[in-house]
T-cell receptor
């Protein structure tokens, strides 16, 4: 069955430390891949996306993600987190390019001083 | 200007009532969506319209009826509300060139 897995439900990181959020997908072909962020009480904002080409993609707010076909992964990274990065992060795939996104369960990021 | 706007932002109602959530986008996109986020923050697509025509209809109870009067609006009407309908409902529209979905801020529905 097609699925999107975010293994980490909750991550706590110190301000200034690096952050990596994991995402694995299970689809027959390479889907469109997205990372969205949801701040408390807010909608979802796109951080970055991968459709094809360079497997390392840069996004907003200093985030980047690397697509690894062999591992069916699309992990999100940030070298140095800020307190404002505390939020819920969702990985999503669009398997048929119609915008029918399938989301992972989300990873809640807590940033400590 | 808010790109995708939803009203109301909060809605508290009794079981059995009928309610509507409205969504408008000013981005000029042809495709709009409704997603539901449950209490565990899991997001799932419900419906999608492309230029006023229904193109995605997931397994949603037929108490839920989307309506798109024009391509800038997609409303969601829910009949005979149940406790399990309590959730945050997100509207979104899609930029066909970039594939990006733009989400509204959500409408939190609480059924008592």
């Amino acid at each position: 069955a097609q699925s999107v897995t975010q293994p980490d439900i909750h991550i706590t990181v110190s301000e200034g430390a690096s952050l990596e959020l994991r995402c694995n997908y299970s689809y027959g072909a390479t889907p469109y891949l997205f990372w969205y962020v949801q701040s408390p009480g807010q909608g979802l904002q796109l951080l970055l996306k991968y459709f094809s080409g360079d497997t390392l993609v840069q996004g907003i707010k200093g985030f980047e993600a690397e697509f690894k076909r062999s591992q069916s992964s699309f992990n999100l990274r940030k070298p140095s987190v800020h307190w404002s990065d505390a939020a819920e992060y969702f990985c999503a795939v669009d398997s048929d390019s119609w915008g029918k996104l399938q989301f992972g369960a989300g990873t809640q990021v807590v940033v400590t001083p | 200007d808010t790109a995708v706007s939803q009203t109301p932002k909060y809605l508290v109602t009794q079981m059995g009532n009928d309610k509507s959530i409205k969504c408008e986008q000013n981005l000029g996109h042809d495709t709009m969506y409704w997603y539901k986020q449950d209490s565990k923050k899991f997001l799932k697509i419900m419906f999608s319209y492309n230029n006023k025509e229904l193109i995605i209809n997931e397994t949603v109870p037929n108490r839920f009826s989307p309506k798109s009067p024009d391509k800038a609006h997609l409303n969601l009407h829910i009949n005979s509300l149940e406790l399990g309908d309590s959730a945050v409902y997100f509207c979104a529209s899609r930029d066909i060139d970039t594939g990006e979905l733009f989400f509204g801020e959500g409408s939190r529905l609480t059924v008592l």
